[in-house]
C-alpha cells in the first residue's frame, strides 16, 4: 500500500461548546491515529489543542494556523494549498470551498432541510450552501446512517455508491450512584425519561401529551416523567403547563448521565428526525429498554432491540409506555438485546471504514 499524506481538518475539537459533531471528530480522529500504521496524518487546527489531546505519535504532524474569520475558506484551504495532501478529510460538512485534490467529508444529518424554521435564515442558507457543495466535491462521503445516505441522495442528488455509511461509535457510560443522581436532580423513584435539547425537533410536546394521556390510564402507577436536557431554539413553556408530574432537570452533567439512564424505566425518544440517534444507544448500554420513532435513523439504531412509535400518534407512544412498564419479561428482554445491540457501534469500527475510505 502506498503511504499517503493525509490532511484532517481538527478545528472542531478545540471549541469551548460542543456538540456531537465535536465529540465524533475527536474521537474518529483519536481512533484514526489509534489505528494507522502506513500514512502520514496531519492535523490542522484553528486554535492550540492542549499536550494530551491526541497521541504524540511520529505518524501524527500538527499545525496550528490562527485565523479570526471564515478559517476553513481561506486559512485551512490556503494552507491545503501550500502542503498539498494526497487527500483531505474534514469529518463535518464544511470543505472549504476551493482547495487541491482528493477529499472525504463527513455528513452528519440534513435536520435544517426538514425543520428550517430551527435555525436562523442566514445559518440555514449557509448550511444548504456548504452541505450541497461539500457532498457533490468530496470523492466519498460518509454518512451517520443509511436515512443520511438517502436525503443526500433524494435532495442533493448525491449518487449512492459515492456514499458510504459509517456508523458513529457509542461511548460507554459508567453507571455511578443512582440514588444520589435521583436526589441531586429530585426526581422521583421510578421514571420515564428522556434526554436531549429541548427543541421542537424532539417532539416534546407529543411526548408530554403522551405522558399525560398514559397518566389518565394508569392513575395510581406514581411514575413521573424526566425531561434531561437544556432548552434549545423554539422551547415552549407551554408544552409542559399543567401536566402533573414531570421533572425539566436543565444541563445534566456528564458523569451523572449513566445514573440517570439506569434509573429509568425507559428512555422515551421519540424525535421527529435524527441524522444518529446516540441517546437510544447510550440507553442500551446503561440496560435502559428504549421506545423510540419509527423515522429517520431511528429503526436503523434500535433494531429489534426496543419499540418503535409513530412520533404524530400519542396513543401510540402511550401504549408503547404501558407495555413497557407493566410488562418485565419484555422489559428484560428489551434489555438483554440492547446490550447486544450497542455493541455494534464502535469507534474502533468508525475509523476502520473511514480510513478504508480515504485510501481508496
Known sequence: MTALNIAIDASRTTVVRWTGTEHYSLQIIRHLIDINTSHQLHLYFRDDPSPDLFPNQHNVTQHVIPFPRAWTHLRFAQQIFRDRPDVTFVPAHTLPFVFPGRAVATVHDL???YFPE??????RLYLDLTTRYSANRARI??????ATANDLAWFYGIRPEKTR????GVDPLEIGDVAAVRQTYDLPERYFLFIGTLQPRKNIARLVQAFDLWQEQNPTEGIGLVLAGGQGWLYDPSWTADIPNITLTGYIDETDKG????????LVFPSLYEGFGFPVLEAMG???????????????????AGLLVDPLDIES?????????????????FIQRGKAQVKQFTWDAAARAALNALTL
Open 259 to 266: 445514573a440517570l439512564y439506569a434509573g429509568a424505566i425507559a
Open 111 to 113: 435536520g435544517f432541510k
Open 141 to 146: 462521503v460518509l454518512a451517520d446512517s443509511q
Open 118 to 123: 430551527a435555525h436562523p435564515l442566514d445559518q
Open 165 to 168: 455509511v459509517v456508523y458513529p
Open 286 to 304: 446503561c440496560g435502559t429498554p428504549v421506545i423510540a420513532s419509527n423515522t429517520s435513523s431511528l429503526p436503523e439504531l434500535v433494531g429489534d
Open 317 to 333: 407512544i402511550a401504549n408503547a409506555m404501558t407495555q413497557i412498564a407493566s410488562d418485565e419479561e419484555m422489559r428484560a428482554n
